[in-house]
């Protein structure tokens, strides 16, 4: 199956820096990566994802590059906030449904 | 997102008992999913279901089943829960179908289950 590794596991940042996140993946067969944020005691939810045909996305501040050859994918968040401050998954799937998620990334923006 | 729900949202049990976990959903959505979230593990799936019939093993289904009663209700049993099944439990959706423009996964607020 699909194996995700997703660096560094924590980060803190001071308010205005960049934040980048890391993903690897094993599978070549996937296909789909989405970006998911999850907020002290909330929910997941989707922020970014970008599919195989394509090698970068952006949103605002947030932007997704893709690297097919070399299995990886990395999340950008740039001018950061207070409000970024989140555990943010990475995900994998050789379709839309069956993510494998990487283990997280704790980002802290210190004021 | 109050259009995906479960019940219940925290639960402690013993070593050995049975336990449903019950997630609904109003978003009319065909995929429904269970994961379980552990520290440093990140989201692992356990079941997904395309529709009533139609159940599929994740990553991680020992010591689960689900049971898909409509399509908006799919429940994940514990038929004889231990400690190590202790984690946050997520129910999830999803559309599908032509013209969908997104595959985005809509999670309810979890359930937070301690086995003692």
């Known amino acids: 199956g699909e194996n995700v590794e997703q660096h560094p596991s924590t980060l803190s940042v001071q308010e205005g820096d960049s934040a980048v996140i890391k993903c690897t993946y094993s599978?070549?067969?996937?296909?789909?990566f989405p970006w998911y944020k999850q907020e002290l005691g909330k929910r997941p939810q989707l922020i970014i994802d970008?599919?195989?045909?394509?090698g970068e996305k952006k949103d605002q501040r947030i932007a997704v590059t893709l690297n097919k050859t070399a299995k990886h994918f990395s999340l950008h968040i740039t001018e950061t906030q207070p409000e970024d401050s989140a555990v943010y998954f990475c995900?994998?799937?050789?379709?839309?449904?069956?993510?494998?998620f990487g283990a997280g990334t704790t980002v802290t923006v210190r004021a | 997102d109050a259009d995906v729900t479960q019940t219940p949202r925290n639960r402690i049990t013993k070593t050995g008992k049975r336990i449903m976990l019950e997630c609904s959903q109003t978003?009319?959505?065909?995929?429904m999913y269970w994961y379980r979230q552990d520290p440093g593990l990140g989201l692992r799936l356990i079941y997904y279901s395309f529709d009533v019939k139609d159940i599929n093993k994740g990553e991680i289904s020992d010591g689960y089943s689900v049971s898909r009663q409509a399509q908006a209700k799919f429940s994940l049993s514990l038929e004889s829960a231990i400690p190590n099944q202790t984690a946050l439990y997520f129910c999830?959706?999803?559309?599908?179908?032509?013209?969908?423009?997104?595959?985005?996964?809509?999670f309810g607020p979890g359930t937070r289950l301690t086995v003692t």
């Open positions: 999830a959706t999803s559309d599908v179908g032509q013209g969908v423009l997104s595959y985005e996964q809509y």
């Open positions: 970008i599919r195989s045909n394509v």
């Open positions: 599978d070549s067969a996937s296909n789909y």
């Open positions: 995900a994998a799937a050789p379709n839309d449904y069956k993510l494998s």
């Open positions: 978003k009319g959505h065909d995929r």
